[in-house]
């Protein structure tokens, strides 16, 4: 049997483990957390919808279920010329087969510590939960949200889930009758975030935005945080109580001194079939990799799982474990996104050919909900998986 290891307890990860089972590979996930952290649903853990828990999902128990070898351990070294890996526990081990699905590291502006991101370390939404209860039991202040970019690479941007907890923080102070005492401003170095979405859509993110009486602060960079304000590159001020910040994806540190060939902000260059040209038997998927593709792109949890079932189905071509053709992820590149606002959500779908926000009002978020079981039920194999969900 082929052996492969996977280093990535993600949603990457995760699925390029239960694929490679699928065809037939000895499979063994290296991952630094015991739980795979389920971030599309996370923007609840602040709002108090769910708890840490409920989003912590257990990793052995995946394991169990499509029986591959768990190893919980950190991987401080890549080194693609010796074709090894380093563990922090275990040492360095050589890997013919390897998937390198660890993600990305996060860009660093001066004083992020002053702030919090639902993207961040899974602890952060615990933090950003504690915070919001202190500025609920103060009983009003500036609650500041926002996202970057970076300019190496436009795709490593993600700024859905800073829309969505804005929105859901929103739902929640109205809940409580306490909306009209806290200003709510949404700030972006980009004039108009949100825009690889399509005009349509954003159109229809303003026409929200101004309806729900929050102020925005777009087109300006970010030249610092403080504890208590955003500081622009005009020197301009906004000041905050709160502060919840999601920097643009950068490459990890580990993956720039591993020789492996990348692009300019440090993501592994592959070709549409997830291979590392330069590494004979070496894949990168998920935010790890430079993605290809029309100028809207970005990266997905359906784009890393559509890249880890292509891998697990291309490698068992080249292992010659079945035949076939291989299959490329660029043909599959789409936003699709379900908005969650709390009270409802918004459909959001783009390609090539359209690019549209459809209101999903009260049932949305249901359905939302629904999808954060139907991913843990699909993960543990206890109900099919639907096509692009």
């Known amino acids: 049997m082929q052996n492969v290891v996977i280093i990535g307890g993600g949603i990457a990860g995760v699925e390029a483990a239960i694929y490679y089972r699928k065809e037939g590979f000895n499979v063994e996930l290296i991952s630094d957390r015991s739980y795979l952290f389920i971030y599309p649903i996370a923007i609840w853990i602040p709002v108090k919808s769910v708890r840490f828990d409920d989003v912590a999902f257990s990793l052995d128990r995946i394991a169990a279920r499509h029986n591959f070898k768990l190893t919980v351990d950190t991987v401080v070294n890549i080194d693609s010329s010796a074709k090894t890996i380093t563990l922090q526990e275990e040492g360095i081990r050589q890997v013919n087969h390897l998937i390198i699905a660890i993600g990305a590291a996060k860009m660093k502006p001066m004083g992020i510590e002053h702030t919090l991101s639902i993207c961040g370390a899974p602890e952060q939404s615990v933090a950003l939960r504690d915070k919001i209860d202190v500025l609920i039991k103060k009983g009003s202040g500036k609650i500041v949200f926002g996202f970057g970019g970076n300019p190496n690479d436009p795709s490593a941007v993600r700024g859905g889930p800073g829309f969505e907890l804005f929105f859901n923080l929103h739902h929640r102070l109205k809940k ?169 959500a918004g459909f959001v779908y783009r390609d090539d050919h359209q690019a549209k926000l459809i209101p999903m009002p009260f049932f949305g978020h249901w359905m939302k909900i629904g999808w954060g079981w139907y991913y843990k039920m699909s993960k543990l194999g206890y109900i099919p998986r639907i096509p692009g969900m």
């Open 176 to 344: 409580l009758g306490i909306r009209d005492r806290y200003e709510m401003t949404f700030f972006a170095p980009m004039p108009s975030p949100g825009a690889r979405m399509g005009p349509k859509a954003l159109s229809m993110m303003e026409t929200m935005f101004k309806r729900n009486r929050f102020s925005t602060r777009y087109g300006k960079k970010i030249k610092c945080f403080e504890s208590d304000a955003v500081i622009f590159e005009d020197d301009s001020r906004l000041e905050s109580d709160l502060t919840m910040f999601i920097p643009a994806g950068d490459g990890q540190p580990l993956i720039k001194e591993s020789g492996l060939p990348l692009n300019g902000a440090g993501f592994i260059k592959i070709n549409n079939f997830c291979e590392i040209e330069a590494v004979e038997g070496w894949y990168a998927i998920g935010d790890a990799a430079a993605l290809e593709g029309p100028e809207w792109k970005a990266k997905q949890g359906h784009v890393a799982e559509i890249m880890a079932r292509n891998a697990a189905h291309n490698s068992a071509i080249s292992c010659g474990l079945k035949s076939g053709e291989k299959q490329g992820y660029m043909e599959h590149l789409n936003i699709l996104c379900l908005m969650d606002m709390g009270n409802g």
